[in-house]
């Protein structure tokens, strides 16, 4: 079993859609949570930080359950600009920074 | 700040030969990350380093792979006789160890052909 889980998609959307993504991670020891932007070709970049409180960044939202190891990232009015991979990503159970990514998921907003 | 820099942004190498990938860390920090990233694939982690010492090298493959992070210049991550399987993106992140703050660099696009 991956560490942790996507589904790659991808998810075809037209601009304007609300679209969900989730998670699912496998080492309960996991501390901190993230959702990565890749896109084609690039380096990863932080998107958002994941808290079990939930939390919102314009027309992102990240939610973590703890219990169902269960991560999530809502978009709403999707943008031609998001189009992209959206990757997931755990920190290990060592407290040496290293960062568990997921395969992603691949995100296409069609105008 | 001119952020983490990577080179070569690519490199091809025959089968057989020594690749070696350079990540300079963002100024003042002093933790680098190696991950690779195959076609299709999410990044795997390979190994981290503080300045003259590795501290996690367990995403390292046993045999060819070696880094090194060491008092002065960049970071290096060497693969001895490479084959087509080392084809990837091979990213190097930095952060200051305070906290999950990575940066990443642009990558070096190894092929071996």
């Known amino acids: 079993r991956k560490e942790v889980e996507q589904d790659p998609g991808p998810f075809n959307v037209p601009e304007g859609a609300t679209v969900a993504f989730n998670c699912t991670y496998s080492n309960s020891a996991s501390q901190s949570f993230f959702w990565y932007r890749q896109d084609c070709r690039k380096e990863p970049k932080l998107l958002m930080s994941v808290y079990s409180s939930g939390n919102e960044d314009g027309r992102f939202t990240a939610q973590l359950n703890r219990a169902s190891q269960y991560i999530s990232l809502l978009i709403r009015d999707s943008k031609l600009s998001d189009s992209a991979t959206y990757l997931c990503?755990?920190?290990?159970?060592?407290?040496?920074?290293?960062?568990?990514f997921g395969q992603g998921t691949t995100l296409q907003v069609k105008p | 700040n001119a952020g983490v820099m990577q080179n070569p942004r690519h490199l091809v190498r025959r089968r057989g030969q020594e690749a070696r990938l350079r990540c300079s860390p963002m100024k003042g920090h002093s933790h680098v990350y190696w991950y690779r990233q195959l076609p299709e694939e999410g990044l795997k982690f390979m190994v981290y380093?503080?300045?003259?010492?590795?501290?996690?090298e367990s995403g390292m493959p046993k045999e060819r792979f070696s880094a090194e992070f060491p008092k002065e210049g960049p970071s290096i991550l060497r693969i001895q006789q490479v084959v087509r399987g080392d084809s990837a993106a091979y990213f190097c992140?930095?952060?200051?160890?305070?906290?999950?703050?990575?940066?990443f660099g642009s990558g070096t696009r190894l092929t071996v052909v």
């Open positions: 380093l503080q300045k003259e010492n590795i501290i996690d």
């Open positions: 992140a930095s952060s200051s160890g305070q906290d999950y703050g990575y940066t």
């Open positions: 990503v755990v920190t290990g159970s060592s407290n040496t920074g290293k960062l568990i």
